[in-house]
């Protein structure tokens, strides 16, 4: 829809100038998730980026010493946190833009399937062409100006790529998390099993010597 409107509706004409660069990085609020923030900091630059939100306890504390700005900001920990979460990163955001007049939102996150780390820009929004483009000859009907018609299909699209997003990224948090605990218990496991087997050996140690005992004195009565 965004882009058959861009087709009679094109972005308006910007000021040349710097970009801004922000990154928004969809990291863990608790632990015992593995390597879960680590692989979104190797996918991410620092030095090239003006400002880093960092959502999630686990994640903004890795980002302390960061050489740009950081902001840190409260995950998730259940699915139900993640709207006041987005309540939270929203006035972040809007922070962003009365600092720069321009600026672009790129953001990382886990895949929750294959556990890779995405990268998606979200603003300015709808810049990838898309795959199949189709050829229109009337333009939409609106019944808002088209200004307006695209500022509110922006609120939207936001709204639900990153209420996407962070379910997606909640959903790979919690395999991981259960990879991780699963890899734990069966380490757990196999030590027990160790511990077994060489208490097993001591025990048969401690009757072989018994035996030998018993053979020597049943000898010495004899």
Not at 97 to 121: D, M
Not at 133 to 141: A, G, L, S
Not at 180 to 188: D, P
Request: charged letters at 30%.
């Amino acid at each position: 829809m965004a882009y058959d409107f861009l087709d009679f509706h094109p972005w308006p004409e910007f000021s040349q100038g710097k970009m801004a660069r922000v990154a928004l990085l969809i990291g863990s609020e608790r632990g015992f998730c593995g390597d879960f923030n680590e692989t979104l900091l190797a996918e991410l630059a620092p030095t090239e980026q003006d400002e880093i939100i960092a959502v999630g306890r686990k994640l903004g504390q890795r980002l302390e010493n960061c050489p740009c700005k950081a902001i840190p900001l409260g995950g998730p920990n259940v699915a139900e946190d993640i709207p006041e979460t987005l309540n939270r990163l929203i006035p972040v955001i809007a922070e962003i833009q009365r600092r720069h007049a321009r600026f672009e939102l790129t953001v990382l996150h886990h895949h929750w399937e294959t556990n890779a780390v995405l990268r998606r820009q979200l603003l300015p929004p709808f810049r990838q062409g898309r795959k199949n483009r189709k050829e229109h000859r009337c333009p939409p009907v609106l019944n808002l100006r088209p200004e307006m018609f695209l500022l509110e299909l922006v609120d939207h699209y936001l709204f639900g790529v990153l209420h996407e997003i962070f379910y997606t990224s909640l959903m790979a948090e919690n395999r991981q998390r259960l990879q991780h605990m699963e890899g734990a218990v069966q380490h757990l496991d196999e030590r027990c099993e160790r511990l077994r087997r060489k208490a097993q050996t001591f025990r048969r140690e401690e009757i072989t010597e018994e035996i030998e005992v018993i053979l020597l004195t049943a000898e010495s009565l004899y």
